[in-house]
Nanobody
């Protein structure tokens, strides 16, 4: 079983950028496609982005398109989420997730989750 740890969250102002990092241990990430999700207080988990195991394919939720970029470095067992032009509505706990097989946008079909990292964007 792969274990995931997110880092890089924090408090920023609107318009700033952050890069989130997800580091895996236990198994190589080459076996998994990876996703980023977020959850704001009182809301459901929202799909942010996903990337295939080879990084050939990337997918974004509507809120992330044009502002966020997902990438991965399988040699470092790491996945990144570059977030630009942040808005107050991006405030949430961000989770990375791993899934065998094809990429998915649905939270509950992923096999492993990190503990989350808080991103707060002030106006």
């Amino acid at each position: 079983q792969v274990q995931l740890v997110e880092s890089g969250g924090g408090l920023v102002q609107a318009g700033d950028s952050l890069r989130l990092t997800c580091t895996a241990t236990g198994r190589t990430l080459r076996d998994y496609c990876m996703g980023w999700f977020r959850q704001a207080p009182g809301k459901e988990h929202e799909f942010v982005a996903a990337i295939s195991w080879s990084a050939e394919s990337t997918y974004y939720g509507d809120s992330a398109k044009g502002r966020f970029v997902i990438s991965r470095d399988n040699a470092k067992n790491t996945v990144y989420l570059q977030m630009n032009s942040l808005k107050p509505e991006d405030t949430a706990v961000y989770y990375c997730a791993a899934k065998r097989g094809g990429v998915a946008r649905l939270w509950k079909v992923y096999d492993a989750w990190g503990q989350g990292t808080q991103v707060t964007v002030s106006s």
